[in-house]
């Protein structure tokens, strides 16, 4: 049976529709061109009246009727000028087509240079990313980076800043030296010079990579807000502790994010060890904190180089004795045991009785050693007690009797450190380049970024206790004595140094005048026996 044909409008209805809409799209793109300037003055209309709904949102309640008065005021003198509404709507018709008017698309992406980069960067892990048992990889030979790369930014220079990787499930980001090789191999081809931050999230399989920003020098020794027993060590990066401090940055005031150390008889890091490279600022951070603790406590000082950095605190209030020689320290250190002792068997009576403990018990007892190594192998040559053993007892019952220790030592002499002090100084800086391992001694996990170097004095890590690790600027505090301390630096320190005569007007002391202000290297601590009252025989 054969077919009929289609009727002759059904046949040509496809045909039909077809010239239809090519002459509804000509229609369209010809009214869009007419309309284009009517499009473009409406859309700048629409976005000044977003603009200023949101200006009159944020303007408070206080202040919207004198602001509705002065517009108010603004269109009655256009309306009465000449011209006046004429000149008005040419004017918003203008900044309406200039509003309106479509911005030329960004380019987004990055360049050929830096496409190139990140294709080397793809390369380069492959290797450790890929094995052969896996049947779809994400890194391959010739594979496309966009795959696997995101979130990347570049600086000026064309040099990473920020790379977010996306690796296998199988990869093991469990292993410290696994993970240690994919950090090493991002720092070589990012640029080295840099401090790197490396964020593994093992959930997700992702690792993020960003550049840290140098950390500020600019901020000098001063007041800072801190209650009795706070003691701020140095600053940190932003947002990394919850608190943060107003201070002074040259002529500007700013809140920046400190590392605050708490001591006192609730503190579970109630001593500190400080450990770095020769002129990496070991003795400055001891320094801010000698006239940190001076405004509610007292100060002894023992200096094992001898060099008189602690001049400024020679015979100040609240400073019992600053001492350099061997014989001095042995004083100092045993009178120092003997306080301890002492205030033990006060606060003991004390609580027995049902009374507080007197105030000179809860006057907080700060012990400064710097680089006591020193004084170690001189004592051992002459055949006399090491200053370490003499520090035993508080060590242990510091955080009762109300007594701190800081030791600073060098990297060099830091085996001739006590088993004793190790143990019980358990907050940790480490200042200066230092390698991953030197910090990871020291402070007992690596610390979270890649150690740069060359760092100013100052600079480096502190860990309190069981804590993360953080790093760490110390604020600026030279010896004001220095012939090359700036005046700047000299006033602020010597502000801060208690019944310092003319602090404003002190002139650099030569480094004769600074071993007199430290006292002949074997005098007995006098001082101390004056402040601090005879010690009391034990039992």
Known sequence: ???????????????????????ARTAADSATD??????????????????????????????????????AACILVVALIPYGPLLALITVMAAAAWKGHERPAVPTGPDEAETARLQALYEALMPYFSVPEDPAPLFTHGGEWDHTFSDYEFDEDGRLTELQVKYPAYFTDGEASCRARIEQL???????????????DEEGNTLTMSVLPALPTSIAAQPFVTAPGETVLG??????????????EGEETRDASPVVWRTGSRSTEPHLLVVGAPGSGTTTLLRSIALQTLRHGDVVIVEGGGTGEYACLSGRPGVLAVECGLAGALATLEWAAHETERRLTVTNRARQSGHPSPEDVRRPLWILLDRPSALGHLAAAEG?????????????HGRTAHVTVVVAEQFDTVGAIGETIRQHTRARVVLGPATCHQAETVLGIPPHTTPTPGTPPGRGYARLGSGPVLRLQVPATPDPYDDATTEAHRRAVLALVPGAPEQ??????????????????????????AAAGPVPAEG
């Open 504 to 529: 404003a007007d002190a002139a650099p002391v030569p480094m004769e005048k600074k071993q007199e202000a430290s006292g002949p290297a074997d005098a007995a601590p006098a001082p101390v026996e």
């Open 1 to 23: 049976m054969a077919r009929r044909p289609l009727p002759r409008i059904l046949s040509s209805s496809s045909a039909s529709i077809t010239r239809s809409r090519e002459v």
């Open 34 to 71: 007419v309309l284009h300037p009517l499009i473009t003055v409406g859309r700048g209309l629409r976005r000044l009246a977003s603009a200023v709904g949101r200006r009159w949102a944020a303007t408070p309640k206080d202040r919207r009727g004198p602001a509705l008065f002065l517009v």
């Open 235 to 248: 600053f940190t990066d932003d947002g990394v502790v919850q608190r943060t401090v107003p201070v002074q």
């Open 186 to 200: 991002l720092e070589t081809k990012s640029g080295r010079g840099r401090e790197y931050l490396f964020d593994w």
């Open 384 to 396: 006399r007690t090491d200053p370490q053993d003499l520090l035993q007892i508080p060590l242990r």
